[in-house]
């Protein structure tokens, strides 16, 4: 059975579902590397479920001014595919 998931403005019918949504913004969506994330929708998603994480005040710390692909290589993580995309 499916696990709902639910933001204060948004909501899907599964973790599935949520995961394929945020991964489509970073991975074959609207944004090439380096992009920021210009859309409101996009950004009010991304904001809802930073609030969400264990480390939401480390992570937001004074502020998120945007949001931007990037490449996983370019920050700490190191054992990813060159071409490897986050937010």
Do not use: Q
Request: charged share 25%; hydrophobic share 40%; aromatic share 12%.
């Amino acid at each position: 059975m499916a696990i709902p998931v639910n933001l204060p403005s948004f909501s899907w019918p599964s973790k599935k579902a949520a995961f394929d949504a945020f991964r489509l913004l970073h991975t074959g969506g609207p944004y090439a590397v380096y992009d920021r994330v210009s859309d409101a929708s996009h950004d009010l998603m991304l904001r809802e479920v930073l609030d969400l994480h264990p480390d939401a005040s480390e992570k937001i710390g004074a502020g998120v001014d945007y949001f931007y692909v990037g490449l996983t290589r370019d920050g700490d993580k190191f054992n990813v595919r060159p071409d490897a995309t986050g937010i």
